[in-house]
């Protein structure tokens, strides 16, 4: 999934929690942040649209509630809300986009050393050129977990946004070698689980499904949500199960979802021409807000 | 694994790639460096330990080399040894160390935007309080994966040394949370893996055996390595073999090693007492330089 062209001229915003806006480029972390040496943190990203005069976080209040839940399941102190609406507030107020744009809030836990470890909390607010949100060449990746891998096993983090994404990192260049747009992971036992920074759906004789989170790790898609909480409003329905990767070339269609970027179907998987189906796209995404 | 109790005064000192020595606490990664956004980089790890007026970082050479293979299997430009020796001599000299230290090498991926994607490298060398090396009490927990998990999957980043750890910080918390020094890595058919961030040792009828990596994932110990080279010197046999959890009860003894923290018997495990063997102790922290 590489719809996204990041213009040559970065205006990114950075409001650090306490601090406010810093400087363009400006050093938040230290060479002791716990964020920037272990990946012990949690993070979570939105779309930023035009609203009025200024800009609009999409699906706020969810990724808040999200961020939250990322930091409890990271045993990190509770995000005081009220200074992270600051703190965004005064990104959105600073920055200067021309289209779209991505909220970002990290937080860490803090330096290592030191008497008191005190968490390092930021936002950015980047733009987002959406480019072709187009029909995707998916590749499946091996997660080398069973697909109930993370049942009773708090410590496994799953379905939690920490700041560890070096895997994630590391599957898209291996997706992209392969000449795919994205990687969807796929468990021991063949199930079919998430793509990785997007949500995976498809619809199954009029039937909206998506992969469950819990045991299978996860991640809870706001997006997803989003699009599930519509179907249902409409009458469509719904439901969470488990597919195998290759049960997906029998079905209406298959798509990848993520805030950033949108719904967009899944074109081939591993080489394989997948039925695309315009108009179960233009639904999902209008779903969406996209 | 818990024998290290920081001072509450810290020196540190950090050397950063291309600038050299930064003040105390100086701020190093700037809010869009995919180290600190997503763990997206490779660090390394040794003891410093006084030698004539100055101090000497412990099998550095290894070490350098593991950092290499690191960056070389994180897709990072390969590192400038040069500079990197000039910034760790920078930081020894300017070190104020009591007892023994930690030297640790970071290199992120750099900044996400902007023109030039320039890693970000530096290392620091803080104190270390060795405290009691000593028996310690380990927990099992549930890795989610099979022995086998890392075959042909090398975007698992199996035994790279990233800097995403948050998984091994929150199973060293679990770890506390019942009462343990340190959590011990069961796959999901079994296999006894490795500690949060120590190799796992033992010794099975005078043969000092431990865990091989590679379709494990697990990580090359330097003092793992160490600890078997001076075996091989002095013609006690050793072996790389797969263990199940529940036979290290019936070995000689069985231990946890690390470059920083040295070799620690496990004294019990989920409970259970397991052989301590003073002897074998005594051999193997001294083969590790300890």
């Known amino acids: 999934m590489e719809p996204i062209v990041r213009p040559r001229s970065v205006h990114q915003v950075t409001a650090v929690i306490g601090t406010g806006v810093v400087a363009p480029g400006a050093l938040v972390a230290s060479a002791d942040d716990l964020g920037l040496t272990r990946g012990d943190g949690v993070f979570d990203a939105m779309r930023v649209l035009p609203r009025g005069d200024g800009w609009e976080a999409e699906n706020l209040e969810r990724h808040l509630r999200r961020f939250v839940r990322s930091a409890a399941a990271a045993e990190l102190p509770e995000p005081d809300l009220g200074q992270w609406r600051e703190a965004i507030a005064q990104a959105m107020a600073a920055c200067d986009l021309e289209g779209e744009g991505v909220l970002?809030?990290?937080?860490?836990?803090?330096?290592?050393?030191?008497?008191?470890?005190?968490?390092?909390?930021?936002?950015?607010?980047?733009?987002?050129?959406?480019?072709?949100?187009?029909?995707?060449?998916?590749?499946?990746?091996?997660?080398?977990?069973?697909?109930?891998?993370?049942?009773?096993?708090p410590w496994l983090l799953g379905g939690v946004k920490t700041l560890s994404y070096a895997v994630a990192m590391a599957a898209k260049r291996e997706a992209a070698r392969r000449g795919c747009d994205d990687a969807l992971y796929v468990s021991t036992d063949g199930v079919a689980l998430e793509?990785?920074?997007?949500?995976?759906?498809?619809?199954?004789?009029?039937?909206?499904?998506?992969?469950?989170?819990?045991?299978?790790?996860?991640?809870?898609?706001?997006?997803?949500?989003?699009?599930?909480?519509?179907?249902?409003?409409?009458?469509?329905?719904?439901?969470?199960?488990?597919?195998?990767?290759?049960?997906?070339?029998?079905?209406?269609?298959?798509?990848?979802?993520?805030?950033?970027?949108?719904?967009?179907?899944?074109?081939?998987?591993?080489?394989?021409?997948?039925?695309?189906?315009?108009?179960?796209?233009?639904?999902l995404a209008s779903a969406a807000g996209f």
Chains 1, 2 share one sequence.
Not at 270 to 282: Q, S
């Open 104 to 153: 970002k809030l990290v937080l860490t836990r803090g330096d290592d050393h030191g008497t008191d470890r005190t968490p390092l909390g930021f936002c950015t607010v980047s733009p987002l050129v959406p480019g072709a949100r187009r029909p995707l060449a998916v590749t499946t990746l091996a997660l080398g977990r069973p697909s109930n891998a993370f049942a009773d096993a």
């Open 195 to 283: 793509a990785t920074t997007a949500a995976l759906l498809w619809v199954d004789h009029g039937v909206v499904c998506s992969t469950p989170s819990g045991t299978t790790g996860i991640l809870e898609s706001i997006t997803l949500a989003v699009i599930l909480d519509a179907m249902a409003e409409t009458g469509t329905p719904t439901d969470r199960r488990l597919v195998r990767a290759e049960q997906l070339d029998a079905m209406t269609g298959a798509w990848l979802a993520s805030s950033a970027r949108g719904v967009c179907p899944i074109a081939t998987l591993d080489g394989r021409r997948l039925p695309v189906d315009d108009g179960w796209t233009d639904r």
